[in-house]
Each structure stands twice: as structure tokens, then as C-alpha cells.
């Protein structure tokens, strides 16, 4: 079994050095290339500290995205969530590779990880597929039935009731629904929570929808002509409840084009809280659901999983907080 004198006689440093490196001893000064010699020289050698555990030096964590690199730019959202993961494991020395489902040999990339955080929609096979590859492994905004899998997911059923409920407090009654299609796996339709709980609502409450309702993708532009659409349609509506802040921004543009009022004539509210949602005129209302902390969670479970040997799964539901803003106002 590999010692801290192994590491630090390939490495060409003192086992004193080498043990404050892995230990993570931000008192100690050196550069990042030591320090990341000093831990790929532990993984290489198999290093373990005593007592069993893996020393953070030698675990390596995977991050597989469900879209691509350009998608990933396009959408802060899944951003924020990577964000997450790749800040925890700079924090705590861990060594990240990460790859893309669209990635022809992505396995290959991620073989010799410790852990594989999975972000995104994955379809069944795409998952039944991951779950055989690697045990130590967490989805992040996707559920799956698998008995034997974590996964984390943002609560969007209730925030949607919530912000739905909102806007019934305000007097609203004719509100209308923006939302987008997301495809597992690029082939797989994803049940929408959020569209599931606006049928609910305006089911619940008796309220008019048939015709309140438009769906195409999770984009500003489409936010625009989704809200265009609706306006030309001449439907009755005071307000309207979108699926992301994407959305709710280019459709706030098109309300305006019309030369209606925000939240004069229309009040709008939506999920998400990316940072554009406080520079809008006016400021939007929006529901914030915490992606950076999911993909923090997420790191940590898997690379706690994979240091003490937990086997049993965690289902979680992060709930989402209402930011309050100036789109929304009473009738």
C-alpha cells in the first residue's frame, strides 16, 4: 500500500509537505501545479489515509451533462447546477472530468471515476445504461424510479402552486401559461410538473384555460412568439405564469409591443430567478429555485458515498423560494 513517502519521493517533495497538501492546508504555500502533481500522484499510487477512507486527493468525481456545450451556454439554469458541483470539489481537492451525453465516448472518458454526478434528462435506457456503469452515482433534476439511485430534483409542483396561488391573492383569475417541452435522452417527452400543476389549479378553482395555454421551448424568442400568439388570439388574461424566466422575459417584451402595461394590464411570474430576472423593467417575479446548491448537494453525496460505503439511496425534493418583484400586481 502505497505512503505519503511514496507520494512524496515521486513527487520530489517532503512527506511533511505532501502530507499538508492532501490534508488541504491552506496555511501552506505552493503552486497549484505541486499541488495538483501531489494529487494525481496519490490517485496513481491508490493512496489511502488511515483509517480506511479515501483521501480527497485520490477520488475523482464525474460529471456527465444531457446536452451539449453550446446548449449549456444557452441555458444558466443547467449552468448554475455545474457551477455547484465544480465548486464543492475545487474546495475540497477533489479531481473533476467532465464529458456530454452527445460525447461519442463519453464512458471511456468517465471509466476510472470514484463517482458520477449526472446532470440533466436522461431517458430510461440512457439511465438503466449509467446505473450498470457506475454504482457511486447521483442524477440532478430528474427522476427516476430505480430503487437503488439518488437523485435531486427541484420541487417545481409546489413552486408552480405557489406562484399560482400568488396571483390568485392578487385577484387573477384569467392567467395564462407559457411553458416549454423538454425531451429525455432528445426522444423521450418529459411530463412537465409545472404545466401539471397549472391544470390543477385552473381545474381546482374553475377557472377558464383551454385556450390560456401555449408550450414550445424553454428560450426567450420563444417566450416572445408564445406570448404573441396569445395576444393576437384576443383570449381574456390579466396574467401570466411562465415556465422559466426565459420565458417570462420575451414574453414581457411582446406585452409591451402591444403597448400594454407591466403589471398594469398583465401581471407575469415565472421559475427560476437567473440573474436577469432582477434587471428586467420591471423587475420580474419569479420563484427561485436553488440549482447552485442542488449541484453542491449533489457532489457531496457522491463523493460521501463513495469514502464511507453508503448503499442507500436518497429521493429529494428541493423546495423553491418566491422572490417578489414589481411584474406582479392586484387586478
Keep these: 500500500m502505497a505512503t505519503i513517502r511514496d507520494i512524496a ?20 504555500q505552493v503552486t497549484e501545479e505541486t499541488r495538483r ?19 480527497k486527493a485520490s477520488f475523482t468525481l464525474g460529471i456527465l451533462q444531457w446536452f451539449s456545450a453550446k446548449q449549456e451556454l444557452e441555458d444558466e439554469y443547467y449552468l448554475r447546477i455545474r ?11 477533489i479531481r473533476i472530468v467532465r464529458a456530454y451525453r452527445t460525447d461519442t465516448d463519453y464512458m471511456d472518458t468517465l471509466k476510472d471515476c470514484d463517482g458520477l454526478v449526472c446532470v440533466g434528462k436522461f431517458g430510461k435506457k440512457d439511465a438503466d445504461k449509467l446505473i450498470k456503469f457506475k454504482s457511486n452515482i447521483v442524477f440532478l433534476d430528474m427522476v427516476t424510479e430505480h430503487p437503488e439511485v439518488t437523485t435531486l430534483t427541484i420541487d417545481l ?7 399560482l396561488d400568488h ?14 417541452i423538454e425531451y429525455a435522452s432528445g426522444s423521450e417527452v418529459i411530463e412537465d410538473e409545472r404545466r401539471k400543476a397549472y391544470v390543477k389549479f385552473m381545474k381546482r378553482n374553475k377557472y377558464p384555460y383551454s385556450g390560456l395555454m401555449r408550450e414550445d421551448e424553454f428560450s426567450l424568442s420563444s417566450g416572445y412568439k408564445m406570448m404573441q400568439d396569445l395576444l393576437d388570439s384576443k383570449e381574456e388574461l390579466t396574467a401570466v405564469f411562465a415556465a422559466s424566466d ?10 409591451k409591443e402591444k403597448g400594454l402595461s407591466i403589471p398594469e394590464d398583465i401581471s407575469v411570474i415565472s421559475i427560476n430567478d437567473d440573474e436577469m430576472s432582477g434587471f428586467t423593467e420591471p423587475p420580474l417575479t419569479t420563484m427561485h429555485a436553488p440549482a447552485y446548491d442542488m449541484g ?21 425534493l428541493i423546495p423553491c423560494t418566491m422572490v417578489k418583484r414589481s411584474s406582479c400586481a392586484g387586478i
Excluded: W
Excluded at 390568485?168 to 392567467?175: M, R, V
Design 9 to 28: 519521493r515521486e513527487c520530489g517533495l517532503s512527506p511533511a509537505s505532501v502530507s499538508r497538501i492532501l490534508n488541504n492546508d491552506k496555511a501552506l
Design 157 to 163: 409542483y409546489t413552486a408552480a402552486k405557489e406562484a
Design 37 to 55: 502533481k501531489v494529487f494525481d500522484t496519490a490517485k496513481k499510487l491508490n493512496y489511502v489515509k488511515k483509517g480506511g477512507a479515501k483521501s
Design 296 to 316: 453542491q448537494h449533489g457532489a457531496n453525496l457522491v463523493y460521501v458515498a463513495g469514502n464511507l460505503d453508503i448503499k442507500t439511496p436518497l429521493k429529494v
Design 167 to 180: 396571483l390568485k391573492s392578487l385577484g387573477h383569475s384569467k392567467i395564462a401559461y407559457l411553458g416549454g
Design 83 to 93: 457551477r455547484g458541483v465544480e465548486d464543492f470539489c475545487v474546495k475540497n481537492s
Design 246 to 255: 426565459a420565458i417570462a422575459v420575451g414574453a414581457m417584451k411582446a406585452i
